[in-house]
T-cell receptor, first 123, second 106 residues
Framework: QLQLQESGPGLVKPSETLSLTCTVSGGSISGSNHYWGWIRQSPGKGLEWIGSMDYSGISYHNPSLKSRVTISVDTSKNQFSLRLSSVTAADTAVYYCARGRQIRDPWNVFDIWGQGTTATVSS | EIVLTQSPATLSLSPGERATLSCRASQSVSSYLAWYQQKPGQAPRLLIHDASYRATGIPARFSGSGSGTDFTLTISSLEPEDVAVYYC????????FGGGTKVEIK
């Protein structure tokens, strides 16, 4: 049974970079043609798609986040990661990783989710 | 960006009643609309994709309909475990979510 688990520091200072990792178990990222995504949820903005990537490194991200987002994959560890630079209090949220339901399709719904990890931006 | 507007904000019904939730898109999303259920402290759970297809393991009391800009999620007979916030999501142009409808039991 496929499971996803987010990890990362719970507290980040303003202007620094938030780094999160999603570890996939029960299945292989490289053996799959799915896209893997990051979604966040804050009280002020609800659910917001951050970006998605496939095992080869092809990625798409929300244009509203401009160039602050980097998504990468480490197939040897069966993990994918999110880096969000120049964070502000507005980036405080619960961050989820999730699997895109349909293979080879970056524009997807998400059928398997991690439990989420809270990231707080504060000095 | 396609904006999804959900209504009502809160729906309060008795067990066994029919729940009707609405999601309206700012422009046509064809049938590329999904519904999620989120219970407190949990991640969203996919219920419906492509407007009307139930995801794996979803009870038959959940159904979706609509196309273009107007969509509906129906819970045919509300169960106590259906208390949650329900979100719609479109995948026609990038990915965006609606603001949610909270379903409560009277």
């Amino acid at each position: 049974q496929l499971q996803l688990q987010e990890s990362g520091p719970g507290l980040v200072k303003p202007s620094e970079t938030l780094s999160l990792t999603c570890t996939v178990s029960g299945g292989s990222i490289s053996g799959s043609n799915h896209y893997w995504g990051w979604i966040r949820q804050s009280p002020g903005k609800g659910l917001e798609w951050i970006g998605s990537m496939d095992y080869s490194g092809i990625s798409y991200h929300n244009p509203s986040l401009k160039s602050r987002v980097t998504i990468s994959v480490d197939t040897s560890k069966n993990q994918f990661s999110l880096r969000l630079s120049s964070v502000t209090a507005a980036d405080t949220a619960v961050y989820y990783c999730a699997r895109g339901r349909q293979i080879r399709d970056p524009w997807n719904v998400f059928d398997i989710w991690g439990q989420g990890t809270t990231a707080t931006v504060s000095s | 960006e396609i904006v999804l507007t959900q209504s009502p904000a809160t729906l309060s019904l008795s067990p066994g009643e029919r729940a009707t939730l609405s999601c309206r898109a700012s422009q046509s999303v064809s049938s590329y609309l999904a519904w999620y259920q989120q219970k407190p402290g949990q991640a969203p759970r996919l219920l419906i994709h492509d407007a009307s297809y139930r995801a794996t393991g979803i009870p038959a009391r959940f159904s979706g309909s609509g196309s273009g800009t107007d969509f509906t999620l129906t819970i045919s007979s509300l169960e106590p475990e259906d208390v949650a916030v329900y979100y719609c999501q479109q995948r026609s142009s990038w990915l965006t979510f609606g603001g949610g409808t909270k379903v409560e039991i009277k």
